[in-house]
């Protein structure tokens, strides 16, 4: 039977910040979903764009040129090879969309990187959920 997702209740499903689990596939790209809480840290995808839907919450992408503020179902494309740092005051919840080869953490490698089998673990969703 075809079913629809609900990208806002598996985000908010999510134990672990910053470790984006993938929901679907769209060609060659990966749509994801996150819950975000502090900053992450300066990167940049060298050759990957990066969209960012907030789902919940208010979401800061600082970017050399300035900020941009997010609020719920706001969008934002960090363009490819944009240095951009994410910032979340308060717990968020995004969606993203990027290409299947796009580290989350660009051209840096740390702690918070996540492989991409990482994020394609199934997810575990609550009873009732
Ligand atoms: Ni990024």
Not at 74 to 95: L, Q, S, W, Y
Request: charged share 25%; net charge negative; with cysteine.
């Amino acid at each position: 039977m075809p079913h629809a997702i609900t990208p806002r209740r598996i985000a908010a499903s999510l134990a672990e910040y910053w470790s984006p689990r993938v929901i679907g596939a769209v060609d060659d790209s990966y749509v994801k979903v996150a819950k975000l809480l502090g900053e992450f840290g300066w990167h940049a995808h060298v050759d990957e764009d990066e969209l960012f839907l907030v789902l919940s919450g208010h979401l800061r992408i600082e970017l050399e040129a300035g900020a941009v503020d997010l609020a719920e179902g706001d969008v934002f494309i960090v363009p490819k090879g944009t240095r951009h740092n994410p910032v979340a005051r308060a717990e968020c919840h995004v969606m993203l969309f990027e290409r299947k080869t796009t580290l989350h953490t660009g051209d840096v490698v740390n702690e918070r990187t996540r492989s991409i089998a990482d994020q394609l673990r199934p997810i575990t969703q609550q009873p009732g959920d």
